[in-house]
């Protein structure tokens, strides 16, 4: 694991995003209404729109472009849309939000690394 200190977590607003540059593209770091924390690739697997412009609710974003609604823990498109973008372990400590971008990470304390095949 290589756990990297992004940001505390009052830097991102409830029900919105920040946006962090990662070595293979934006990532998009959500706070849900309850504070809790997702990372997903910035891009929706449909047509690649910016997630984090989205609206949050609970715990899925809508992409702005086309409406798609992405489960911010998998990534998953939901319903009947289909397609995945990657999400990425993050864990919230003392206040400070904590990224990990390794390819294989995993870890009991942190969403879990899905890697799936992105549609587009």
Same mark, same amino acid.
């Given at each position: 694991?290589?756990?990297?200190? +992004?940001? /505390?977590? $009052?830097? +991102?607003p409830? =029900? *919105?995003?920040?946006?962090v540059? *990662?070595?293979?593209?934006d990532?998009?770091?959500?706070? %849900?209404?309850d504070?809790?924390?997702?990372?997903l690739? @910035?891009?929706?697997p /449909?047509?690649? *729109?910016?997630?984090?412009q989205g609206i949050? /609710?609970g #715990?899925?974003v %809508?992409?702005? =472009? /086309?409406n798609?609604?992405? !489960?911010l823990?998998s990534?998953?498109a939901? *319903?009947?849309d289909?397609?995945?973008?990657?999400?990425?372990? +993050?864990r919230? %400590? #003392?206040g400070q939000v904590?990224l !990990?971008?390794? $390819?294989?990470?995993? !870890?009991? !304390?942190a969403a879990?690394v899905? @890697?799936c095949?992105e549609v587009?």
């Amino acid at each position: 694991m290589s756990w990297i200190a +992004i940001c /505390h977590l $009052a830097e +991102i607003p409830p =029900l *919105g995003a920040r946006v962090v540059a *990662g070595p293979q593209g934006d990532i998009a770091v959500f706070r %849900t209404a309850d504070d809790r924390v997702f990372a997903l690739r @910035d891009q929706c697997p /449909h047509k690649g *729109g910016p997630l984090s412009q989205g609206i949050v /609710h609970g #715990e899925r974003v %809508t992409c702005p =472009l /086309h409406n798609w609604v992405i !489960d911010l823990q998998s990534g998953a498109a939901t *319903g009947a849309d289909s397609g995945c973008t990657r999400a990425f372990p +993050i864990r919230v %400590t #003392e206040g400070q939000v904590w990224l !990990d971008l390794s $390819a294989s990470a995993t !870890d009991s !304390d942190a969403a879990p690394v899905v @890697d799936c095949r992105e549609v587009g």
